[in-house]
């Protein structure tokens, strides 16, 4: 092999030596300009450390209570910042956006539960919100700060509305007479109703497309639609369409030390109307699993209404209309996720509520569902060690074969952005920073309102009915407007011994 001439090995020396020499001064060039603030855009330089673009370190301010804060209370982690200048989402800025979705509820919960409910569903779409209050809902450290929210109405169970509400036409009408005069779940039934009745009219006011009544224990879940909105699920709606029913799906949880339900609980039983027919059925014994019912309580569902003339309730589960019979579909993805009796304390919380006798007669004169009985008189006469045998057995879904094997029949189904949504408030000081920045107007509410309010809200509707006699007595001289048909109450799921009735 001849060898190199010494021209040659030059000529590769110098370009060794060039490509080593580049990459240093290209180094040494992008570290001089970044130095001087310019020339190269470090994106790791706009946030802090151990951050991601679009995240906070938010610093949480102090709570009025601690009975709230553990739910609360931000995270010391960053966190997705939801809310950008300020209050407002862009839905609530654009006027121009529509459908306008109202949310109507009648609730004595705390703000631990009000506003992960309140928030979650102005995440997905929802305008307006008409709080009727009453019990810790109306106290003014909590009503307060829901009304220093935009887009929300609170209206206080006070003397005005009981006697506005007694001169409704309701009272001379059929469908809802069944329900008058009864204690507990009755009571709260009639209740709603007459609260709809109003928000009927308040949200025609406000320029309202849609009106939907839901429990603050309720999440609507926008399943199908082609963003994860509410007004995207609505606007899809046919213009001849009055009314859109939401099949419900139950909460399922997984331990018996919950305590924040819309961030801890994941599985939930699918409704009825979204199973085939034959896995529901074949499926049934195992999913009910020894309870009265398939789901432990309503399973029929909620609805939204079109913001119509002659608009009325018809029950807090469906909706009427005066004039006509309301055009309705029956979504076949979206649902109401009802999170019910997901906290071990929920079994004496409403055994609080109701003064009945814990026989199984008198719970029936209270309570329109099995398992309501059932776990009133539990939660009655038990000691605290049996009710929570009672309620892991009867509540908690802590066989994880049985739930694979029902997650496998779609049976029941995960769903986590509910959880997610809730959670990225929660750890953005979403509820945190509402509270806070409402605390000077409820400290000047606190002396005046305080108690003029409670006792405005301690009225029973049993004396309240009482009192709707005495304050129209031209109640008995009307004749009845209409005879309707009954109001829609909460409705158990199709059983298993019905179907084989019809089988038969």
Sequence with gaps: MPPQSPSGGAAWRHLLLLLTALPL????????????????????????????????????????????????????????????????????????????????????????????????????????????????????????????????????????????????????????????????????????????????????????????????????????????????????????????????YESSVERDDIKDPFSEVSMFKKNYDHLPKDTYFGMYKEATRGNPNYFLTYGNGKSAARVQDHLRPNGAHRWHNYAKSPNEIKLEEAAVLHYTYTKFSDLTSRRDRCGCKPTKDDVKRCFMLDFDRAAFIIASTASEEEMLRWYNERVVWNNKQLNLKLLRKGVLARIYTPMAIVQGLRESGVFTSVIAAAQSLVNDKVSLKESNVQNKNDTKLEKVSRKFIRADSRASARKILHVLEPAIPPLSPPSLDEHLLELS
């Excluded at 997905?124 to 109405?153: C, D, Y």
């Excluded at 926008?222 to 939401?246: K, N, Q, T």
């Design 25 to 248: 001064a290209l180094a040494a060039l992008a570290c001089v300009l970044q130095w001087r603030g310019g020339g190269v855009d470090d994106p790791t330089a706009r946030w802090p450390p151990h951050a991601f673009p679009g995240m906070t370190d938010p610093t949480p301010p102090s709570l009025p209570s601690s009975a709230c804060a553990e739910v609360l209370t931000a995270s010391s982690g960053p966190s997705f910042p939801y809310l950008r200048g300020g209050w407002s989402f862009p839905f609530d800025s654009d006027a121009a956006l529509h459908p306008k979705v109202c949310v109507q509820t009648s609730t004595s919960a705390g703000l631990d539960q009000i506003l992960p409910w309140l928030f979650y569903h102005k995440v997905v779409g929802v305008a307006q919100f008409l709080l009727f209050v009453e019990g810790r809902a109306a106290k003014p450290q909590v009503a307060g700060i829901l009304e220093s929210i935009p887009g929300v109405n609170v209206v206080y169970r006070t003397q005005e509305l009981e006697e506005q509400q007694a001169s409704s036409r309701i009272w001379n009408e059929t469908w809802l007479a069944g329900f008058f005069y009864k204690p507990c779940n009755y009571e709260l039934f009639v209740k709603q109703s007459l609260n709809m009745e109003m928000a009927v009219v308040m949200a025609r006011d406000s320029g309202m497309d849609w009106i939907i009544h839901l429990d603050t224990d309720e999440l609507l879940y926008p399943g199908g639609a082609a963003e994860y909105s509410v007004r995207h699920l609505l606007a899809e709606v046919p213009g001849d369409v009055d009314m859109v029913i939401f099949p419900n």
